[in-house]
């Protein structure tokens, strides 16, 4: 993004020049002046929009925590209104991933956790989904060995 920045600036810049020597009358203003500037204050937008989209990027890298336990799922996400989000792997249902091709070419994606009751929790820009997909069902099958392991003491 930042280099179609400086191309559409540097384009914008060239159009907008206008040369002039000490003494000479000011040139006119053209069309191809007024667009070249209009090109710079385009290009001027974008570098500022490519700024703020990467600083809101670097906080919410920076910012955000998700975990797997082997009771529940934790998320938390958030500077200055912080977000969190829990759920007991016991009460899982399913699972689901959604991933764009973005996403599928980058290896990131939405987590969709659905609880008992319908309870549906989202957990986007998890890196790698359906690892932590394959995670928390290698622990929800862990937990229901262990359960069967147990009740089989029991009689």
Known sequence: MLAITFIVGSFGFSKAARIQTPGSPIPPLTAENFFGGLIILFSGFLFLSTIYLAVQAVITLYTTEFAITNLRI??????????????????????????????????YGSVIVTGTGGTRESFNGIYDPLDVKKKIHEIIEYINRKKIISQEYLY
């Open 74 to 107: 934790i998320a938390k996400k958030g500077l200055i209104r912080r977000h969190t989000i829990e759920m007991l792997i016991t009460k899982i249902e399913s699972v689901s991933v959604n991933q764009n091709i973005i996403g599928r070419l980058l290896n």
